[in-house]
């Protein structure tokens, strides 16, 4: 099936830099969305994204939807201690298919 | 403030007991969920739902069921627990359209300890 990749699972960064994670896949998607997970929460979506080439930014989160359809990338700027958590992307093809996750990449911020 | 409720945030169950997690939404959603998250794993999707009394199975289905009887609530059953979901199980809602359906609405999480 298919399968979306994150690496690496975990990174440390410093308060104040930036940080940037991509997710790439074998297939092609439609929609490419990106979530955050706070411990001890569900998931919560930062972006969505619908069309190739579409660059989002919500603060100080930044995605783009790669053009060729199987990648996509976060850039979290100016970092800070509550952006720990761990970061998802996702896939979809169609507009009601199922979700495809990646593994998610645990962020940790040192003050 | 719209959001979806999971009724149990940590239940321990033992081995062969019957476990249900209840999951509502009161936004109105016609799409329902239940993954299970796993360290090193990710999400993966068991069940899920575009309409009342009605029900897909996803990717790991195996040792589930669901029951969607309202539009609100879609439950997620284990027939007889077993060590191995031991997990946490998350619920989630979205709406259907062009564009949406993959914009969940997570729940806080249920953590299923079976002993």
């Known amino acids: 099936g298919q399968q979306l990749n994150q690496s690496p699972q975990s990174m440390f960064i410093q308060e104040g830099e930036d940080v940037s994670m991509n997710c790439t896949s074998s297939s092609i998607f439609n929609t490419w969305l990106w979530y955050k997970q706070e411990p001890g929460e569900g998931p919560v979506l930062l972006i969505a994204?619908?069309?190739?080439?579409e660059l989002t930014s919500n603060g100080r989160l930044t995605a783009q939807f790669g053009i060729t359809r199987k990648d996509s990338f976060l850039n979290i700027s100016a970092s800070i201690p509550s952006d720990v958590g761990i970061y998802f992307c996702a896939g979809q093809a169609g507009a009601n298919s199922k979700l495809t996750f990646g593994k998610g990449i645990t962020l940790s911020v040192r003050p | 403030d719209v959001k979806v409720t999971q009724s149990s945030r940590y239940l321990v169950k033992r081995t062969g007991e019957k476990v249900f997690l209840e999951c509502v939404q009161d936004?109105?959603?016609?799409?329902m969920f239940w993954y299970r998250q796993d360290p090193g794993l990710g999400l993966r999707l068991i069940y899920f739902s575009y309409d009342v009394k009605m029900k897909e199975k996803g990717d790991i289905p195996e040792g589930y069921s669901v029951s969607r009887e309202k539009k609100e609530r879609f439950s997620l059953i284990l027939e007889s627990a077993s060590t191995n979901q031991t997990s946490m199980y998350l619920c989630?809602?979205?709406?259907?359209?062009?564009?949406?359906?993959?914009?969940?609405?997570f729940g806080e999480g249920s953590r299923l300890t079976v002993l």
């Open positions: 989630a809602s979205s709406n259907p359209g062009a564009r949406g359906t993959g914009e969940l609405f």
């Open positions: 936004m109105d959603h016609e799409n």
């Open positions: 994204l619908y069309k190739a080439g």
